[in-house]
């Protein structure tokens, strides 16, 4: 195939991000591939290193950062960097296409980079209160966490009209089914 082309999603933590990825990776006929990102932050027990994240030191990833080998980086929360490896964009995108799980400014930064060859698509919970529900249900963040993440998803909400789509993952089946058909319409462009 020629180079391939780049899906790019994004969503408040808690909003069903991981969920619908998992759901188009299994979509084998959009021959996707998810992109996996290098962090700082602390691998959680159902993760797993070079499957969910390339889990780094802060030195590792400040290396990196002075060799220039990240498209995009961000710090997300507080002394926790997230980024886009170039290495790995380039394994991916000679064969495949490729799903990116990443924050608002790191979807326009990808948006950027890869211009038409991109679909930007912002995940949106049903509303604040269903999130932090399902946020407290999912078990993974400390309170102080929560409150951090409830903070940044007001803040990534407004900022969805940067975005190709916007779906809002209430009813999950209806999610997905959404998700699909903006997909596929796309890759068939
Ligand atoms: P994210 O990757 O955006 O943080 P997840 O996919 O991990 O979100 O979903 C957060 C939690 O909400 C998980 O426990 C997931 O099973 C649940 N969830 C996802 N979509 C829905 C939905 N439409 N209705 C109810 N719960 C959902
Ligand atoms: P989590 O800690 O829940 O895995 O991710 C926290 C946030 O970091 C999410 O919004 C996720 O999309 C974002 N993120 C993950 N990888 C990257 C990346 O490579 N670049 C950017 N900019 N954000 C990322």
Do not use: W
Request: charged share 35%; hydrophobic share 35%; net charge negative.
């Amino acid at each position: 195939m020629k180079s391939g082309k780049v899906i790019v999603l994004c969503a408040p933590s808690g909003s069903g991000k991981t969920t619908l990825t998992k759901h188009l990776l299994d979509q084998k006929i959009f021959n996707l591939q998810f992109s996996i990102s290098a962090t700082t932050r602390q691998k959680r027990e159902n993760e797993n290193d070079k499957i969910d994240y390339h889990f780094l030191s802060l030195d590792e990833f400040k290396v990196k950062i002075d060799n220039n080998e990240f498209i995009e980086l961000e710090k997300v929360y507080e002394d926790v960097y997230y980024g886009t490896l170039k290495s790995e964009v380039d394994k991916l995108i000679k064969n495949h296409n490729i799903i990116f799980d990443v924050d608002v400014i790191g979807a326009v930064s990808l948006k950027k980079y890869f211009l038409d060859k991109a679909l930007t698509i912002f995940i949106n919970p049903p509303s604040i209160e269903e999130l932090e529900k399902r946020l407290i249900e999912r078990g993974l963040n400390s309170k102080d966490d929560l409150k951090e993440r409830i903070k940044k998803a007001k803040k990534e909400i407004e900022m969805k009209s940067s975005f190709d789509y916007s779906i809002t993952n209430d009813d999950l089946d209806m999610a997905k089914s959404e998700i699909i058909e903006i997909v596929k319409d796309f890759l068939n462009k």
